[in-house]
């Protein structure tokens, strides 16, 4: 039976969130962006308002304000995202139980006979689009087709609030005029690659050599042609939280430093996130890797094995031994990652399991008991110590 694929995707995710518990910020230009007070940082997300002046993802404050000076700015809220994302998720999974979750603000649904139950799949997505704007405020666009990577495709066509169909009798059409650099799956250097061989379009990719891919790129050559093709027999597989990989964060420093203090400082803040989210999931992991990149856009990535933990302490403890042992005073760093991998299998933690014999039982106990207060009240009303200092203290 020909499957029928949906993908979800949140339109101007962050700023919509925002907006939603903010309605001032509804119909004027607003982003969410790295900490306007202290950091020269980065657009993160900016509504359609915003948009129109040209202010886009990843340009710094400065550009967008010079292109809209009545811009209005949110720092981000990447906990309270979560939680509107996971609002989001279960809404979506009321409609099929065959559901994966791509990112925070997308994931495809595999709708294949749900017909009688929502209709013919325009039907259903109309419904779905109706659902998530009037019970959670949220614009979305949805994609429809008959695989993954097409209804991804077909998800980026019309934004906000768009429903594009893109079957694979529509790829000549709807596809294969687009250039490779559209194409789900393929990032800035494998374009430069792509065109290097003369390809250009999604089509022309469709029509080159296998045999000349391959030789070029592998396995992944035979995937993206068989993709540019249409091609793409890869279930929709739902997840449960026990297939999390890893958590990481990372952040763009307001300018580019040599001072290993605020390096850690921010460092400190990073495994605090990821100790929450550890939490939060019921993960331990016994691998911390920290990714430092470089004002010349060059980045390392180095890993430390631990005990496994779950603890903003043991993180932030292995990352800044990561980062002392890797220092280098003399290239300034413009950005900072710390991530926890290796999760033990089927690892349920429960506060109550013996805790005497626990390993920081004790310190877990507090730890969690801060991701509740936080819950409640917000990120910022309990922050690791050594963050309450300079700057932060005026908070
Ligand atoms: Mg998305």
Known sequence: MERVIFLVDMNAFFIGCETVRDPSLKGVPAAVAGDPKNRSGIILAANYEARSFGVRTTMTIYEALRLCPSL????????????????????LSSYTPVMEQNSIDEAWLDMTGC????????????????????NHGLMCSIGISENKFLAKMASDMKKPMGITEVWKSDIQHKLWPLPVSRMYGIGPQTTIKLNG????????????????????????????????????????????????????????????????????RVLLSLADEVGMAARRHGKKGHTVQI????????????????SPTCLTRDIYEAGRRLLETNWDIRLPVRLLGIGLSGFEEDEQISIF??????????EEILERTADRIRHKHGWSILKPASLLQKNDTDH
Not at 80 to 90: I, P
Not at 120 to 129: D, Q, S
Not at 353 to 362: F, I, K, Q, S, T
């Open 72 to 91: 209005r700015l949110v720092p981000p809220d990447h906990e309270y995202y979560e939680q509107v994302s996971n609002k989001v998720m279960n809404t």
């Open 197 to 264: 061989l003369g390809i250009e379009t999604i089509g022309q990719l469709a029509h080159f050599s296998v045999g000349l891919l391959v030789e070029r790129f592998g396995k992944y050559g035979l995937e993206i042609h068989r993709l540019a093709n249409g091609i793409d027999d890869s279930p929709v597989k739902p997840h449960g939280e026990d297939e999390i990989k890893s958590i990481s964060r990372s952040t763009t420093l307001s300018e580019d430093t040599t001072d290993i203090e605020y390096a850690k």
């Open 353 to 362: 399991e013996d805790l005497a014999g626990h390993r920081d039982a004790r």
């Open 115 to 134: 017909e009688p139950l929502f209709g013919k799949p325009l039907e259903a997505a109309r419904k779905i689009m109706d659902d998530l704007y009037s």
């Open 291 to 306: 990714t430092i990149k470089y004002s010349d856009f060059k980045s390392i990535t180095r890993q430390t094995k631990i």
